[in-house]
């Protein structure tokens, strides 16, 4: 089946520090990618959609300026969690659609979870 | 607009008892796929099975079963035999649209755990 990582699968980071989160698609390749963001006991929220060489589609609530998203090729996308604060400790996923078959499948990555102090 | 309501938070049972999750879901597009999926505490979704709106017949798999039931908008997860291994959250996922081009919204998760 396709494969989707991310990396790191854990981080933890200082207020007010910038963290990295990338998302690969491994055998296949996704013009569109989705970044998931999931509190304590609580269900997965549409953080995103990230698009392969245009800009990112934002839910309602979520400030842009603060994740910032980019997808520059085919298998990776990323996203970049500006001055993080502890408020934004959570676990992100992302997922891959592989567009490739009769359904447009979603793979997900395995997650990362992000602890700011 | 679309919605997916578990209205089970957390469910409890011993070992070898069977147990149903509840999924009710809410779509105007007549096109739709249904979703479950396991999150065990790795935190990794595992994916369970992906229903179409078109195919109402009920699945199983191993002692795992579906039953999709358009009229009430449901579509219900069984675990028959429950093992501690199946301790996990559950979310049931909607995608509308041809080839649920539309984004998956998930439930709000069902916390099943199972007791020896």
């Known amino acids: 089946g396709a494969v989707v990582s991310q990396h790191p699968s854990r981080v933890i980071c200082k207020s007010g520090t910038s963290v990295k989160i990338e998302c690969r698609s491994l055998?296949?390749?996704?013009?569109?990618m989705f970044w998931y963001r999931q509190f304590p006991k609580q269900s997965l929220m549409l953080m995103a959609t990230?698009?392969?060489?245009?800009?990112?589609?934002?839910e309602q609530g979520v400030e842009k300026d603060k994740f910032l998203i980019n997808h520059a090729s085919l298998t990776l996308s990323t996203l970049t969690v500006t001055s993080a604060h502890p408020e934004d400790s959570s676990f992100y996923i992302c997922?891959?659609?592989?567009?490739?078959?009769?359904?447009?499948?979603?793979?997900f990555g395995p997650g990362t979870r992000l602890t700011v102090l | 607009a679309q919605k997916v309501t578990q209205a089970q938070t957390e469910i409890s049972v011993v070992e070898k008892e069977d147990v149903t999750l509840d999924c009710v879901y809410e779509t105007r597009d007549t096109t739709y796929y249904l979703f479950w999926y396991k999150q065990p505490p790795s935190g990794e979704l595992v994916f369970l099975i992906r229903?179409?709106?078109?195919?109402?017949q009920n699945e199983i798999s191993g002692r795992y079963s579906w039953n999709f039931q358009k009229s009430t908008s449901s579509f219900n997860f069984t675990i028959t035999a429950s093992q501690v291994v199946d301790s996990a959250v559950y979310f049931c996922a909607l995608s509308a649209g041809i080839q649920g081009a539309q984004k998956l919204v998930f439930g709000q998760g069902t916390r099943l755990t199972i007791n020896p």
């Open positions: 055998d296949f390749q996704a013009t569109t």
């Open positions: 997922s891959a659609r592989d567009e490739g078959g009769s359904y447009n499948e979603q793979f």
């Open positions: 229903r179409n709106s078109f195919d109402e």
């Open positions: 990230s698009n392969e060489g245009s800009k990112a589609t934002y």
